[in-house]
C-alpha cells in the first residue's frame, strides 16, 4: 500500500504544479481585466467632470 502511495506522488505532484500554474495564470488575467475597467472608470469619471465644468460656465482650456 506504501509502495502504491510513493508511486503515485511524483504524479500528484506534477498534477498539483499544473493546476497551481493554471490557476495563477487566470488569477492575473482576472486581475489585469479589474485594473482595466477600474481604469477606464476613473477616466470616464474624469472626462465627466471636465465636460460638467466646462458646460456649466467654467474656464475650459482657456
Known amino acids: ?3 502504491l502511495r510513493g508511486r503515485a506522488l511524483p ?4 498534477r ?3 493546476t497551481g500554474r493554471t ?3 487566470k488569477m492575473q488575467w482576472q486581475n489585469c481585466k479589474m485594473k ?3 481604469a ?3 477616466i470616464l469619471l474624469a472626462v465627466v ?3 460638467l465644468v466646462c458646460f456649466s460656465g467654467g474656464n475650459c482650456l482657456k
Not at 504524479?11 to 506534477?14: E, L, M, S, Y
Open 40 to 42: 477606464l472608470a476613473v
Open 49 to 51: 467632470i471636465f465636460l
Open 11 to 14: 504524479a500528484q505532484a506534477d
Open 1 to 3: 500500500m506504501a509502495r
Open 23 to 25: 490557476i495563477r495564470r
Open 16 to 18: 498539483f504544479v499544473r
Open 36 to 38: 482595466i475597467v477600474v
